[in-house]
C-alpha cells in the first residue's frame, strides 16, 4: 500500500472532522452515550420481564451435561443476593442484545462525520451486518462451543460431586457467548480499515501465517478446556471470518473502487 495513499485517505478524512470543535466532538460523544443508555435501560425492562426463561435458556448447556454423566441437575448459591444479581445481569445482557441495533446506529452516527459523503450510504449494512455476526456468533458459542465445553469438563470431573454455583456458571457462560459474539465482528473491523485505506486484501494474504499464529494463540486463551478439539472448536470460525475478511477489504478498498470505476468509464 502506498504511503501517499494512505496518507491522502487520512488527510481527507482530517478535514471531514476538522469542521467540528473538540468540545462538539465531546458533546456529541457524550449525546450518543445517553441515548445509546436509554436504550440498554429500555431493552433491560423488556427483558427483565423474561428473566426467568432467560434463565431456562442459560442453564440448559450445563442441565445436558450433567443429565448425560447422571449427575443431579442443579446449580447452588453461596450467598442470598447471588440469584437476584444473576438476574439482573442476565436481563442486562439480554437489553444489550435487544438494543443492539440502536446502539450501533449511535455509533454509526458518532464515526459518520469522518466519512465521504458516498461512504455514509453503508449505515444500513453496516447496521444489519454488525447485529446479524455478533448474534451467530453468540448462538455459535451457545449451540456449539460452550455444550462441547461442558460436556468435556463435566466428563472429566465425574468422579467428583459437582457444586456449581450460579455466578460462576453465569460468568462462564457470558465469557464464552458474548466473546464468541465479539470475535464474529472481524469483518465489520476490517470493513472498516479497508474503507479508509489502512489495509488491503493482499496485506492481510501475505501476513495469513502471523494471523493463524495469532488466531491460534488467541483460542488457547479464550477456551475454557485444554483439549485440542475445543481450541479447534474456537479457531475455525476465526479463521474462516478472516479469510472472508480478506474478500471485504479487496471489495471496498480505495483503490479496487477507484480501478473499478476507471474500468466503467473507459
Not at 451457545?142 to 470431573?157: D, M, N, T
Amino acid at each position: 500500500m502506498a504511503d501517499s495513499e494512505m496518507a491522502e485517505s487520512l488527510q481527507g478524512r482530517a478535514d471531514n472532522l476538522a469542521s467540528m470543535s473538540f468540545l462538539e466532538h465531546l458533546e456529541e460523544l457524550r449525546r450518543r452515550i445517553v441515548l445509546s443508555v436509554v436504550g440498554v435501560a429500555a431493552g433491560f425492562g423488556v427483558c427483565w420481564g423474561f428473566h426467568e426463561k432467560i434463565y431456562q435458556l442459560m442453564q440448559r448447556p450445563i442441565f445436558t451435561a450433567l443429565a448425560a454423566e447422571g449427575m443431579e441437575q442443579k446449580l447452588v448459591y453461596l450467598n442470598p443476593i447471588e440469584p437476584f444479581n444473576m438476574y439482573v445481569k442476565m436481563a442486562l445482557i439480554g437489553g444489550l442484545f435487544v438494543a443492539s441495533p440502536w446502539v450501533l446506529y449511535q455509533v454509526w452516527c458518532f464515526i459518520s462525520p469522518g466519512l465521504y459523503r458516498h461512504e455514509k450510504r453503508y449505515v444500513l449494512p453496516f447496521l444489519f451486518s454488525t447485529v446479524a455476526l455478533f448474534c451467530a456468533g453468540g448462538w455459535f458459542g451457545y449451540r456449539i462451543v460452550y455444550p462441547r465445553a461442558l460436556e468435556f469438563l463435566v466428563h472429566f470431573g465425574r468422579q467428583f460431586q459437582p457444586m456449581i454455583t450460579i455466578s460462576e456458571y453465569t460468568q462462564l457462560f457470558l465469557s464464552i457467548v458474548l466473546g464468541m459474539g465479539a470475535i464474529f465482528e472481524l469483518p465489520v473491523l476490517i470493513f472498516f480499515l479497508a474503507l479508509m485505506g489502512i489495509v488491503n486484501a493482499g496485506w492481510m494474504w501475505r501476513n495469513f501465517r502471523y494471523a493463524l499464529l495469532a488466531i491460534v494463540v488467541i483460542a488457547a486463551i479464550v477456551t475454557p478446556t485444554p483439549d485440542m478439539i475445543n481450541m479447534c472448536i474456537f479457531a475455525a470460525p476465526m479463521v474462516a471470518l478472516y479469510l472472508f475478511s480478506i474478500l471485504i477489504a479487496y471489495a471496498v478498498h480505495p483503490r479496487q473502487r477507484r480501478a473499478r470505476a476507471a474500468a466503467r468509464n473507459s
